[in-house]
């Protein structure tokens, strides 16, 4: 047996057991009698369980009910143009599961038959098309994992620490894995005339969304998908396909796309003007801001999930991300930024895709102010939310990517504040 | 505009459109009229659809109900010792959706309180041990995406063609992103005497399953895990916690599992003797065949999903694996085994896990025999079925990795034969 060389394992070894009980004379095979952890037989220990068939499409444990989606009523006027949100707090990985993937829709989630659905190309194009789902499944296709975070996610933390969870602060975002046929291919196929260089992306739920997109962008890594996570999109994503625009504002990943259009400048569309932009101190406002800037978030421990075990070894835990690319290092603070100390990235690294990122630390029991930083493959480092509000004032709803910090109290209880 | 290079792009190219309909007079902006694939404003575009409040956890759509794990009632006498089977012909990438990945239970489904549930070590080690979920939590964790067989998985096959469609030949499958401990990491806290060597792994279901396993494997690449693809294990894929053992068969990755004990020879339970040990033709049985090795086999088209669009461009794909680690080749015949084609590999390479491979072909129309052939990252080859049983005879159940083959006819129907 080697002996094990790894600091984060020494480190527990120096602070003892992480929590396991000892149990007396228990070597030899048999629970050790005496023990109130482990002589309890229990009833599913003791009687047969549903069989195969009790369930064709499973579903989580009824012990994690409480692991849901959820809404802020009083954020919109109307749950049908609202949004709900990741509970990040209770996940773990990279993968956002299908049915805990927040969801944002205008006009309500359209449940459309993907044999009456079709896919139209038309504007500056050689040939317009129209595709049935069937024509698309004929085109190569692609698998790629990737982050999708609404440009409003940590919006409410431009005027100060607001919900106090990261579910609500941060869960506007998801990773997951599309299926799909590049955009480029579908372009292609159309043939894109030489005066074409825009992109307009129509859905064809009640609100029509659409979007403008940069026809470079649209030939270097979207995607037309139809799959994610394996199976077919679900109904809110987009089913029965969506746009996939990596690393760029999730408004623009148009869901039950229904209509490209090739155009030679953008369409200026009401999501482009009067929402995703960014309105400045001197009045003006940001226009075509893209990019989701480089960010992250310790996940666990967080308000929703406190400390309960006291003092001793604890798994700070968190997601980084960057439209621009992978993530090269992220730092983990638990003093509110004095000593920095570089996390464990854990997992495949890829571009445009959640990254996890692990600190063990040896919680002594004292206050603690935690925050994470990350810095991207470009070199961008993550600002602090004062440095952001320096530039572009507070009147903005979009593109915070500002540091987050959470106050631990001794008792293990935790509230998102700001230090300066 | 770059042009495209790709040799299946060209190849498309030639055979014309993949299915798209040109549409007279399409430039412009609006839907043509007069074209009935696009005229029809459909009541999703009409009315709006259901809030974010609707669904806290989805749901797939109400068009792919029919996409769901399925079992044969005839294999087994009860389903609560029996198995469904993973829906491959509907899945794509390499991500298994939690809900349709394949169980197999002798016991039933246990439903476990995780604040009741207990995991025990003991025997041949320095301090036995007893922890709680919390106190798991508490060691560093990772994350690794790995697939999961059934030995028994293509068991019928040994005796010649069976059943018609990939979901019942190869569906004892699934890959997922497992969160868990490293087994080490724990095994290590207890500390494993000198003469210990073997680990008896144990689950808390009804069956009591018990697997043996060496202890090299264990400090190797095994996990305690208790996340599936981002959040909490599923309670048929053994919620709170199952063992992870990467690339070998399915029932050592004991579920719900309850204690380890530390040993200096394997227990030779009935899930090792009478069971997942392989009859081979003068009347001996092999022992601990535990990895599984080298397989892949087309799921689209296949019995359950054949060709419906005729000639032209056509997308085959499948799936690739190895116990061993990574594919490093597929490939591809549609004439039983003439001319082989090397397949596109795409997506993440990663050891042990699901490969998703594609074919891009130009269907003539005439009959096919599909097959593929994977190539694994030490050499191993995939045999032929009757490869493997001039080798071992065909009383085994467990471990065909025998190359699979579909027969097209020129309806684009599918068949599971053989041929020689």
Known sequence: ??????????????????????????????????????TEIQDWNRYLGEGVDARPYGS???????????????????????????????????????????????????????????????????????????????FPRENKLYFLECAANSGMEWRGAQLNGCQYTHGMIHCVMYTGVPLRTILEEAGVKPEGKW??????????????????????????????????????????????????????????????????EPWHQREETSKYTDLLPNGKARRFTYVMDVKSVI????????????????????????????????????????????????GPALPKALHRFYYEFDWDGSELFLQSRAIDEDGFVQPTKDELRSVRGSNSIYHNNGIQTWYVNKDGGIENVEIS
Request: glycine content about 12%; aromatic content about 6%.
């Open 299 to 346: 996940t666990n421990p967080s308000p929703q999930a406190p400390i309960t075990h006291g003092k001793g070894p604890l798994v700070i835990s968190g997601l980084a991300w960057s439209g621009n690319g992978r993530i090269n290092r992220v730092d983990v603070t638990t003093d509110g930024g004095r000593n920095w100390h570089t996390a464990r990235i854990d």
């Open 199 to 264: 992109l307009l992306a129509e859905g064809a739920d009640a609100s029509a969304m659409t979007r403008s997109i940069p026809l470079e962008k649209a030939m270097e890594d979207c995607m037309v998908a139809f799959g994610m996570n394996g199976e077919a999109l679900r109904p809110e994503q987009g089913y029965p396909i969506r746009l996939v625009v990596p690393g760029w504002e999730g408004n623009m990943w148009v869901k039950w796309l229904r209509r490209l259009e090739i155009g030679d």
């Open 60 to 138: 989580p444990s009824q012990f994690e009910a409480h692991v849901v989606r959820k809404n802020v009523p009083w954020l919109t006027s109307d749950a049908v143009s609202s949004v709900n949100f990741t509970p990040l707090h209770e996940l773990d990985g990279i993968v956002t599961p299908s049915g805990l993937c927040f969801e944002r829709h205008h006009g309500g989630i359209a449940e459309i038959d993907p044999a009456q659905h079709r896919l139209m190309i038309n504007g500056m194009v050689e040939k317009p098309l129209v595709f049935t789902m069937a024509d698309l499944k004929r």
């Open 1 to 38: 047996m080697k002996s094990d060389t790894n600091p984060t394992r020494r480190s527990f070894l120096r602070a003892g057991l992480a929590g396991g009980a000892a149990i007396a004379g228990g070597a030899g095979g048999a629970f050790a009698a005496g023990d109130p952890l482990i």
